[in-house]
């Protein structure tokens, strides 16, 4: 099973307004990550926020972790067309392993101009 | 674009067949992952090589194997292809435990 669950499946938002997506996880972690994905593309890492962190934040985009209810959220701030893609959270089992990591299956973000 | 190369893009195939997906990582980086993208299993790790060794196993079928070579480029072999094998193959590549980064994938269709 999945380790890591995105929240909502699919989420459309008109440009400038802000996206809030959410990750939940069953067994404890060291890190989680958040990666994009577009159409038919390679996976692109956005950020990493580690278990002994709350926030953290790059750009437009703001990750938060909550271990007591095992969940995260990324939040992108004044969206843009482009940030129009596959959203994906990742978990790595409390191993700190990159092979271990297991992704969600993904919320799609469409950004209408 | 993240360094990573995977070749070919694109591979359509009959059932029964044989396939070698090929990926080249980012200079410097010693480890090499496999992953499989399908629409109902989502993204599923198969298998990790680390500087010619194989590291960990995922999901990989029997019918998959994988190696990586001294030049660190690796190749994930699909044999008695399925058309449930039909997917999306990545490989990634880091410098353990670093940040992934991703190829562009191949996209396989088994007919």
């Known amino acids: 099973s999945q380790q890591g669950e995105e929240d909502p499946q699919a989420l459309s938002i008109q440009e400038g307004e802000n996206a809030t997506m959410n990750c939940s996880y069953k067994?404890?972690?060291?890190?989680l990550q958040w990666y994009r994905q577009n159409s038919g593309r390679g996976l692109v890492h956005l950020i990493l926020i580690r278990s002994n962190e709350r926030e953290k934040h790059s750009g437009r985009l703001r990750v938060t972790l909550d271990t007591s209810k095992k969940s995260s959220s990324l939040l992108i701030t004044a969206s843009r067309a482009a940030d129009t893609a596959s959203y994906f959270c990742?978990?790595?089992?409390?191993?700190?392993?990159?092979?271990?990591?297991?992704f969600g299956k993904g919320i799609t973000l469409s950004v209408r101009p | 674009d993240s360094g990573v190369t995977q070749t070919p893009k694109h591979l359509i195939t009959a059932t029964g067949q044989r396939v070698t997906l090929r990926c080249s990582p980012r200079?410097?980086?010693?480890?090499v992952y496999w992953y499989q993208q399908s629409l109902d299993q989502g993204l599923q790790f198969l298998i990790q090589?680390?500087?010619?060794?194989?590291?960990a196993k995922g999901n990989i079928l029997e019918r998959f194997s994988a190696q990586q070579f001294p030049d660190l480029h690796s190749e994930l072999n699909l044999s008695s292809l399925e058309l449930g094998d039909s997917a999306l193959y990545f490989c990634?590549?880091?410098?353990?435990?670093?940040?992934?980064?991703f190829g562009p994938g191949t996209r396989l269709l088994v007919l």
């Open positions: 067994t404890s972690i060291n890190n």
């Open positions: 090589y680390y500087n010619g060794e194989e590291r």
């Open positions: 990742a978990t790595d089992g409390q191993t700190g392993a990159n092979s271990k990591l297991t």
């Open positions: 990634a590549s880091s410098v353990p435990p670093g940040l992934l980064y």
């Open positions: 200079s410097g980086d010693l480890s």
